[in-house]
């Protein structure tokens, strides 16, 4: 499968594996109850600071560098990398940091 956009090969769906018992396996980074803590955790300061970001915007500021790098975290979150999302929140506080805000 590719991207209708780019055509740049996408991995499979970690919802096509199965369990031993032959169920649809959860998505990378949680379990059958649904996200850990953590993940809920730095999802919940993404959405934080990406409504921040949202308002520098609005005011004329330039937040394009910081986006972008929360835009990665997000990407690392969904496929379960924790420690990378949390390494890209990071630098998205840091470039919130430099815009004076």
Do not use: R, W
């Amino acid at each position: 499968m590719v991207c209708p956009a780019c055509s740049t090969p996408l991995q499979k769906e970690a919802a096509a594996a199965t369990t031993p018992q032959g169920m649809p396996a959860a998505p990378a980074g949680q379990n059958a109850a649904g996200p850990s803590p953590e993940a809920s955790a730095l999802a919940s300061s993404i959405a934080e600071l990406m409504q921040k970001l949202n308002g520098l915007a609005i005011e004329g500021k330039d937040v394009a560098q910081a986006i972008g790098m929360l835009d990665i975290a997000e990407s690392f979150l969904h496929t379960g990398k924790m420690e990378k999302a949390q390494q890209y929140l990071e630098k998205a506080k840091t470039a919130l940091s430099e815009i004076g805000n």
